[in-house]
């Protein structure tokens, strides 16, 4: 927590800076299995800083979904404060220009494509649920956005 509050205290003079090192941030923590670290991050970074985060929400909300279906339902828990946190300071009008992303994460986690030759709009179902809509806080924060 202590790099957390760190980075959320950066002047916004230096914004693209952080941003580069949150996103390296973001993939040593893939490399190192670590990915809890990377979501605690952005959640601690989006509700506590000063800087205007809307440029990089996409690359933050994308990363953390795609940790949204994990077997640790402490990551789940995570993932679903995170995304509360990226919401929360963004104007109605940015959260709805990351609903592609949603789309594109429910997508990738839980449909895989039927044929091919038979258009990109048929799936067949990969899980039975994900993990992050089986809380009543995730569907609560995505249904915001939606």
Do not use: W
């Amino acid at each position: 927590m202590c790099l957390a509050e760190l980075v959320a205290c950066i002047p916004n003079h230096e914004y693209v800076t952080i941003n580069e090192e949150i996103m390296n941030f973001y993939d040593q923590c893939v490399k190192r299995g670590t990915q809890g670290f990377y979501i605690d991050l952005i959640q601690y970074y989006c509700k506590n800083t000063a800087s205007n985060y809307e440029k990089h929400a996409m690359y933050y909300t994308s990363n953390v979904l795609k940790h949204m279906n994990s077997d640790d339902k402490g990551i789940v828990d995570k993932v679903v404060a995170a995304i509360t946190s990226i919401f929360e300071k963004l104007p109605k009008e940015n959260q709805f220009a990351l609903v592609p992303i949603l789309r594109e994460a429910i997508e990738e986690i839980a449909v895989a494509p039927v044929d091919a030759h038979l258009g990109e709009t048929l799936y067949k179902k990969r899980v039975n649920t994900i993990k992050m809509l089986e809380t009543k806080e995730g569907v609560k924060t995505l249904a915001g956005v939606i």
